[in-house]
Each structure stands twice: as C-alpha cells, then as structure tokens.
C-alpha cells in the first residue's frame, strides 16, 4: 500500500514539474515574442502577406491588433480559443460597441460565453463535425486566415501560418459564411469562388459545401512541375498520396513534413505508405505540434487553410482552404526561410 501512494505522489509531482515547465516555456515565449514588431495586414490593392511563430512572426500581436483598432466589426470563426489577451480584446471592443461576433466549436468553448461577457453575440457549433475554422474578419476589409486557434500554445509553440488580406470583396464573403452558421445546422452554402486580389488569384473552397475541393487538391498535385513541399498535422487519406507517388514518378521532388505524434498514431498508415514509395518524408521535433496544413508547388502557388488532408475534413467539418497564385518574391521568401525552420526542426 506504501509503495503505491509513493508511486502515486511521484507520479503526481512528475505532471505538476511538467505543467510548471510548460507554463514556464510559454510565459518565456510571451515575453520574448512582444519584443517583435507588430504584424500588419496589407493595405488596400497589395497581395495577401504570411506571418508563421516560426519565423519569427508574433501571432499573438497580430491578431489582438486586429482586434483593438477595429470600429465597426469584429467577426471570428475559431475551433479553439483560451487565450487571455485575446479574450481580452474582443470583451473591450464589445464594450466599446464595436459588433463582435464568435463563431466557435461547442465542445473546445465550453464557458466562452462567461469569458467574453454578455455583449459578444455568441454561437457554439454543435454537430457530427467540427467548427474547425480559423478566420478572423475586421470592419468588413481586412481578414485573418490560417491554421492557428487562439490559444497560448496555438499562438506560441504550435507551428502555424497565417494569412493576411485586405479585400473587401473576399472579406465580405467571409462574413457572410459566418452569418450563415447556426448552432446545430446553416442556413446555406457556399460554393467555390475566386477573387483577384493585389494581382493574384485567390480560390477560395469552404468545406463541406464545395464538393470537389479534394479533387482540386489532387489537381494542383497534378500540375506540379519541379518541386511539392507539404506540412501536414493530420492527413489520413490515401488519395493524395497516390497523387504525390505519380508525381514523384513524373520527376517531381516531394518532400513532406508530418507532426510526430500524429504520424505515430492517426496518420502513421499515410507515413508508412509514403515511406514505402520512398518520398523523402520527416517527422518534427519540436516542443509543439507541427499544426501546419499547406502545400507549396513550384515556388508559385500555396494551398493553406484549416483543413487538414483527412475525410473529416472534406465531409464533416467546418473547414477551408486557399490556393493563391502566382506566388510574388516577398511570400516565397517567408515560404523558404519557414520551409528551413521547418526542416531544421524535423529529421
């Protein structure tokens, strides 16, 4: 009996050095990362900027600056969201009377509604999928898209990437998808669309509604030329791999990025199989999730979103994904330099 409470006191003292660790680590983060310049949407007529914590970007001051300079709205589509200067900011500009609206997974936003206060008009998604999306609109122009929730680890540790337009056009539709959502159904949807914005083509695929958004995937691995690099959470379809093999065998170079925990687990049948067809794959390393979901093809076209290459994704979730090209010479720049860290944190 003495041998197993010591063993469970251990075990207990063990979890509670972790979470100090952790808290340490994030607080260390923090405090670092508010030393970085501010990130900024591009102004009006520029193409769409990308801001990733792993080179470097402060995400979390990205988006609570959004936030704060809003006047007229403020509208978010999120799975999860914990972060206190985040939650923090959106209370204000509600007290302020800024119309903020949240959009959000029920069961990752248990007591988001005390947390935000009673001015915040609020609906928890309840569903057989997720309310997995991560848009942030403000006053109908400028939005925020990508694979980061709002949490502290999201926007700390987690390796994500963002990005950033100033459109009103492409934000509008954005709001309306948002508008449309209930808590247990919606009330349309919305099909494939392509905006043209600071001299690319954005398409743009909400899922599920868009029924061919896994075969315009395979297509952009299709028209791939010379190189595809892809950083993936979560991917368990075995369509896209197929794509990826026939690639390969046409003299495409593939290399692809997995998170480890998942690799090991939900996605481990996909890692075998790209192994097997010997496409140069690794798995991260670092201290948070590898929570990216892109695809880089040819230094000129990016597919990125929240959906991760799963079917949930395509067929239950609520989900998106861009493809923006051509690529310009600043967004494959942060493309390379994120691409590095990528790797250097990956074997």
């Given at each position: 009996?003495?041998?197993?409470?010591?063993?469970?006191?251990?075990?207990?003292?063990?979890?509670?050095?972790?979470?100090?660790?952790?808290?340490?680590?994030?607080?260390?983060?923090?405090?670092?990362?508010?030393?970085?310049?501010?990130?900024?949407?591009?102004?009006?007529?520029?193409?769409?900027?990308?801001?990733?914590?792993?080179?470097?970007?402060?995400?979390?001051?990205?988006?609570?600056?959004?936030?704060?300079?809003?006047?007229?709205?403020?509208?978010?589509m999120i799975f999860s969201m914990t972060h206190p200067s985040v939650l923090q900011a959106l209370r204000e500009k509600s007290e302020e009377g800024v119309y903020v609206?949240?959009?959000?997974?029920?069961?990752?936003?248990?007591?988001?509604?005390?947390?935000?206060?009673?001015?915040?008009?609020?609906?928890?998604?309840?569903?057989?999928?997720?309310?997995?999306?991560?848009?942030?609109?403000?006053?109908?122009?400028?939005?925020?898209?990508?694979?980061?929730?709002?949490?502290?680890?999201?926007?700390?540790?987690?390796?994500?990437?963002?990005?950033?337009?100033?459109?009103?056009?492409?934000?509008?539709?954005?709001?309306?998808?948002?508008?449309?959502?209930?808590?247990?159904?919606?009330?349309?949807?919305?099909?494939?669309?392509?905006?043209?914005?600071?001299?690319?083509?954005?398409?743009?695929?909400?899922?599920?509604?868009?029924?061919?958004?896994s075969l315009r995937i395979k297509e952009l691995i299709r028209s791939a030329k010379k190189t595809i690099k892809i950083a993936m959470y979560t991917w368990t379809r075995y369509d896209m791999v197929k794509e990826l093999i026939r690639a390969q065998k046409k003299g495409v170079q593939v290399e692809v990025v997995?998170?480890?925990?998942?690799?090991?687990?939900?996605?481990?049948?996909?890692?075998?199989?790209?192994?097997?067809?010997?496409?140069?794959?690794?798995?991260?390393?670092?201290?948070?999730?590898?929570?990216?979901?892109?695809?880089?093809?040819?230094?000129?076209?990016?597919?990125?979103?929240?959906?991760?290459?799963?079917?949930?994704?395509?067929?239950?979730?609520?989900?998106?994904?861009?493809?923006?090209?051509?690529?310009?010479?600043?967004?494959?720049?942060?493309?390379?330099?994120?691409?590095?860290?990528?790797?250097?944190?990956?074997?």
């Amino acid at each position: 009996m003495k041998k197993k409470k010591a063993k469970s006191i251990s075990q207990k003292a063990v979890i509670k050095t972790a979470l100090s660790l952790l808290s340490a680590f994030i607080l260390l983060c923090s405090a670092w990362i508010h030393k970085s310049p501010t990130p900024l949407a591009p102004s009006l007529g520029e193409s769409a900027k990308f801001f990733s914590n792993q080179t470097g970007d402060n995400l979390e001051l990205a988006y609570t600056s959004a936030i704060r300079k809003a006047k007229d709205s403020v509208i978010l589509m999120i799975f999860s969201m914990t972060h206190p200067s985040v939650l923090q900011a959106l209370r204000e500009k509600s007290e302020e009377g800024v119309y903020v609206k949240v959009i959000c997974d029920a069961k990752s936003c248990p007591h988001i509604i005390q947390k935000l206060g009673p001015k915040v008009d609020v609906v928890r998604r309840f569903g057989k999928g997720l309310m997995h999306l991560k848009i942030l609109t403000i006053d109908g122009q400028e939005c925020w898209i990508g694979s980061s929730n709002l949490t502290s680890e999201s926007l700390l540790m987690h390796s994500n990437l963002v990005v950033a337009f100033q459109d009103a056009s492409f934000t509008a539709t954005m709001v309306n998808k948002a508008l449309s959502l209930r808590e247990y159904d919606k009330e349309s949807e919305f099909s494939h669309q392509t905006f043209a914005i600071g001299g690319q083509t954005i398409g743009l695929s909400f899922l599920p509604d868009d029924k061919e958004g896994s075969l315009r995937i395979k297509e952009l691995i299709r028209s791939a030329k010379k190189t595809i690099k892809i950083a993936m959470y979560t991917w368990t379809r075995y369509d896209m791999v197929k794509e990826l093999i026939r690639a390969q065998k046409k003299g495409v170079q593939v290399e692809v990025v997995l998170d480890r925990n998942q690799a090991k687990g939900t996605s481990s049948k996909i890692l075998e199989l790209l192994q097997k067809e010997g496409i140069h794959t690794q798995l991260s390393t670092g201290t948070g999730l590898l929570h990216h979901k892109f695809m880089w093809i040819d230094d000129q076209v990016l597919e990125i979103g929240s959906a991760n290459w799963t079917k949930a994704a395509f067929t239950q979730n609520d989900d998106c994904f861009l493809v923006i090209q051509p690529l310009n010479a600043d967004q494959n720049d942060h493309l390379e330099k994120l691409w590095i860290a990528i790797k250097q944190n990956s074997k």
